[in-house]
Every structure is written in C-alpha cells, then in structure tokens.
C-alpha cells in the first residue's frame, strides 16, 4: 500500500481538557481501579492530593481529543476499516488531579510501510497548567494492506 | 506493595469483565467503536462479538504494576504491543516479572492473557521503587 510520508513532522492545534472529579470515579469503576486515591476523596486528600486522583491510563481521556483530527486527517490518509492499533507506549510525570487542566498537542512522529502494511506514529504531548508534562504517548497504528 | 527484585513475579491480576463492562468504559473513555459496543455490527465484520478495548486491557496491566509498585506514581513508563482480541465474560490474567532494577526503577516484562492466548504481548513496564 501507498503512504504519504509527507505528513511526518505535521503538527495539529492543542487541545485542553478540565479534568473532572466524577470523571475520573466514572473511568476508575470502568477500569476495576480499586486504589481509594481515585475513588475516595478523603483519602485523596488525606495522602496530600488536592482532590481525586487520575489512574495513570486516565491520559487515554486527555489525550484523545487531540488524537482525533491527526488519525482522521485526509493528509495522513489512514483506511480506518483496515486500522488496527497496534502498540501503544505512556511516559508519565506528575500525576493529574480533578481539577487539573491539561493541554496536550499531537505530532506525526512516523509515517511508513512495512511488508505491505502501513504504520502511522503519533506522538501526544501533555502537559498540565503549571507547565509540568504529565504524560507523552507513542501511538501505533497499523493499516493491513488490501 | 511487592519486592521489585530482579526475578521477582508481580502477584497476577485476574479480572473478569462483565457483559456490558466495554459499554461502560466506551463511556468513560470516549471511545464507541462499534467493534466494542455493538454485538451484532461485531459480527457483521466477522468478530465473534463485541471485543474488549486494547486500551481497557492495557489498563489492567498497568492496575497489575500500581498495584505491585504501591501506588499511581510508581508507574513512570508502560509500552504494549496489541494482539488477537479479548472477549467480555472471561478472565483476564496479567502477570510480570521484574527484569533488572536500574536507576531505582523495575524494568518489568509483563502481558496479559485470556483463556492463554496473549492479548497483551512484548510489555514492558517501569516501576519506581
């Protein structure tokens, strides 16, 4: 299959999301977190959080807005009834809280093919109001050849 | 909280996923592919049904190392390459075993399996001990 390598290095706007208390209960019941330090606010507090806590994985709720108009860019050209996500890779900083608000911006880090398949890399990079990254993502993923 | 020994196994993780647990975190997380919450549109593109999230499953591998390490700020860095495809209503098992200790991180080899086939492969994690 054909790729367009000439989308690596592209950039796409930021995107901010306000972190939510019931949001992160609502993702931590989803995800069988039993950690009272994303459930119980008193024991979030107590540990000397300033509200809930976000599980590590919580950057997939983050991240994705700034994904989206980078995986459904027409430049980057991914068939999505091919796509599979093949790997994924989360570096993270200091944890996120509710209330937090974190920013996080998307680049075309790869894009190439391999034994018919095509691979597109993205890179996400987020970072929360006091300008400490939280979290970078490395997504992967595959588009089988026709 | 475990000791992150080189050798050491994390203790395993089991879950078994409910009926409608992909309904739910599509929910939490935003993403509704059909694939996770349409059984029958599932079966339509030759799936044998809705199949859990790759991302729900990673979230069990990195619940395994908070878990193991003590807490969400342990876990610095977990990568995971995606195979096959899990299924709701059977367990899900994740374990690991500590590669080297450096830099006062565990290295940790880890996946996650159902019914023994690895839907979770060539994971590795690092945990601050």
Redesign the interface.
């Known amino acids: 299959m054909a790729v367009n390598e000439a989308a690596v290095g592209k950039r796409y706007p930021a995107t901010t999301y306000a972190v939510g208390r019931e949001k992160i209960r609502e993702y931590a019941h989803a995800t069988f977190e039993q950690d009272p330090l994303h459930l119980d606010l008193e024991a979030a507090r107590r540990a000397g959080y300033r509200d809930l806590v976000a599980p590590p994985m919580f950057c997939v709720v983050y991240s994705a807005p700034a994904l989206a108009p980078a995986i459904l860019d027409p430049e980057v050209g991914i068939d999505f009834a091919r796509m599979v996500h093949g790997a994924q890779e989360f570096r993270w900083g200091p944890l996120v809280v509710a209330g937090d608000e974190v920013s996080t911006e998307v680049t075309v880090k790869a894009v190439e093919e391999r034994d018919g398949k095509g691979f597109f890399v993205f890179e996400s990079v987020s970072t929360n109001q006091d300008g400490h990254t939280v979290c970078v993502g490395t997504w992967t993923n595959i588009v089988r050849g026709s | 909280m475990a000791e992150l020994q080189p050798g050491a196994e994390l203790p395993e993780l089991a879950?078994t996923p409910d009926r409608h647990?992909t309904i739910?975190?599509a929910?939490?997380?935003?993403?509704f592919n059909p694939i996770h919450v349409d059984e029958e549109f599932a079966k339509q593109v030759g799936l044998p049904g809705k199949i859990l999230h790759?991302?729900?499953s990673?979230?069990?591998v990195?619940?395994a190392q908070?878990?193991a390490g003590g807490?969400?700020?342990t876990?610095?860095?977990?990568?995971?390459?995606?195979r096959g495809m899990g299924l709701p209503e059977r367990e899900v098992k994740v374990t690991g075993t500590v590669r080297e200790v450096r830099d006062g991180l565990a290295v940790v080899d880890t996946v996650a399996e159902q019914d023994g086939t690895q839907i979770i492969r060539n994971a590795e994690a690092e945990i601050q001990i």
């Open positions: 879950v647990l739910r975190y929910g939490a997380s935003g993403d790759g991302l729900w990673m979230a069990q990195a619940r908070t878990q807490g969400p700020h876990l610095r860095r977990l990568s995971v390459q995606f």
